[in-house]
């Protein structure tokens, strides 16, 4: 963070600190707004594209209305459905640092006396295998394998630390292959991505691919020039990526981020290679270990405490967890969607089995304390990902202003964006206003945009506001974006 950046998030929590009222001060937030500065409000989003549906709540901290426009409708709340998931995890931070734990490897003897290596997952979504890896490196634990025993048989990895939901309800299956809708695994390693790169070959042969995990099925042919236009296409569960298009011969190499829909097993392919290349004899498979769904692992469907299925068992070797608060960062700042689903299940599995339906069952619980009625909100993941996730700007509202009095407050709006100066926000209000004087979570999915957080107007007063805008015509989501953006510029510049 610059230091203008810790400037303005100073400024910021003082300017909360002085805006809140004692609890038994504060009402229930009113149905009002009427006035120019609504009008105008109105207008622009009037402006955006024809048929957009819009929600709008800006109010004091201390619960006054000041700008209402449709607050109690119910939106798809695209990523600011990370602004609950990190809440509910902030508001048991410390149970989860002490009970986090990182990754670990351990030898399973085979009745012929060679070893089976299992590499076991518990959570940690800063596991990596980058040649300048620091913290959490996977060749940590190839080391200590290769300091053991100089010949294995199979090589598993368990992610059997949460059950096997790879994905939520509700997510669309044409982003499962992409970076953003990977598959959620208690063993994640690089964030679950496969990256290659194309780089053309000479006019008329086709480009060159680096192989990977994938098979790939590579139909790119070098062309004159310097653009490029590559499509990809890999069914769910498929590990073969048909890569079709051209490739200008005059053109940079092109990287290419894609989903994993096993990471236990990839994982595990990966720390074969770090074995071998310690000079380790692998006779045996890459394997992956599960945990079944059961019903038992919905709050709603159980009888009796739920019990963890999976039993802890000596490691040879484990690698430290990284503070979770800087996840939290990671998750708000880049809207980082695996993080976000992982920081769900280790909820979840504090007081469950790290299902998703347990993680929504302590969503209800901590939801409840901050006032939400329950038809104000309903999720399906932790990310935002899922179409079937839903909000009400009120709802959003509630829960800003019930985090900043929370003790954990100011450390959690830290994670958010910055008008102008980082995260998903960097390019957004450069010029206005609100530049470096609005912190808020963005959200974007089809059809779908979000933006709630706290600003601070000319004048000097901190606001919280929520806007959801749905239902956009095609290739008009940017249109929205503008209009709501002119929108809380008009609000911070009037009030």
């Known amino acids: 963070m610059t230091a203008s950046m810790k400037t303005h998030a100073c400024a910021l929590a003082l300017a909360l600190s002085l805006s809140l009222a004692p609890a038994s001060a504060r009402t229930p937030l009113p149905d009002a707004g009427a006035g120019p500065v609504l009008a105008a409000v109105e207008q622009q989003l009037a402006n955006g594209p024809e048929g957009a549906r819009y929600g709008m709540l800006v109010a004091t901290l201390d619960g006054e209305t000041l700008v209402s426009v449709a607050p109690d409708q119910r939106f798809i709340p695209a990523s600011n459905t990370k602004m609950f998931t990190t809440a509910i995890a902030y508001a048991q931070l410390p149970l989860l640092e ?20 299992v590499l076991h997952g518990r959570g940690d979504a800063s596991l990596s ?76 042969a086709a480009a060159s691919v680096a192989v990977g995990y994938f098979d790939i099925d590579n139909q790119v042919t070098t062309v004159p020039g310097k653009a490029e236009a590559i499509a990809a296409v890999r069914a769910p569960g498929s590990r073969t990526l048909r890569l079709t298009g051209t490739i200008g011969a005059e053109a940079a190499p092109v990287t290419l981020r894609f989903g994993i829909d096993d990471p236990a097993h990839y994982a595990a392919w990966r720390f074969r290679d770090l074995l071998r290349a310690r000079g380790v004899r692998v006779d045996g498979d890459v394997l992956a270990r599960h945990q079944p769904l059961a019903p038992t692992y919905d709050a709603a469907d159980r009888k009796s405490p739920p019990g963890i299925a999976q039993v802890e068992q000596a490691m040879l070797a484990e690698l ?126 089809n059809a779908s945009r979000a933006l709630s957080g706290y600003l601070v107007t000319r004048s000097g007063r901190t606001l919280v506001f929520s806007v959801l805008a749905n239902d956009m015509p095609d290739g008009t989501d940017d249109q929205a974006t503008a209009a709501v953006d002119r929108a809380l510029v008009i609000i911070a510049e009037a009030l």
């Open 129 to 204: 295998s980058a040649d300048d890896c620091a913290v959490a490196c996977l060749q940590t634990l190839a080391d200590a394998v290769a300091a053991k025993t100089r010949h294995i048989r199979h090589v598993t990895g368990d992610d059997s630390w949460f059950p096997n939901e790879r994905w939520s309800p509700g997510m669309s299956w044409n982003n499962i292959q992409s970076r953003y809708g990977t598959g959620t695994s208690a063993l994640t390693l690089d964030d679950n991505e496969m990256v290659t790169k194309v780089a053309p070959g000479v006019v008329g």
């Open 320 to 445: 430290p967890v990284p503070p979770l608060a800087e996840d939290m960062v990671r998750i708000n700042k880049e809207s980082q969607n695996l993080h976000s689903e992982l920081m769900l299940r280790r909820v979840a599995r504090q007081s469950g089995n790290g299902s998703i339906a347990d993680g929504q069952a302590v969503m209800r619980q901590v939801m409840t304390q901050v006032g939400l009625p329950e038809t104000s909100y309903s999720f399906s993941d932790g990310s935002g990902m899922s179409t079937y996730n839903r909000i009400t700007p009120r709802a959003a509202v509630r829960l800003l202003s019930w985090i900043a009095r929370q003790p954990w407050g100011a450390a959690w709006r830290d994670t958010l964006p910055i008008a102008g100066h980082d995260g998903t926000l960097q390019r957004r209000f450069k010029g206005t206003s609100l530049e470096g004087k609005l912190f808020a979570k963005t959200g974007s999915l």
């Open 98 to 117: 002490r009970t986090a734990k990182g990754t670990g490897v351990r030898l399973e003897a085979g009745a012929d006396g060679v070893f089976d290596v």
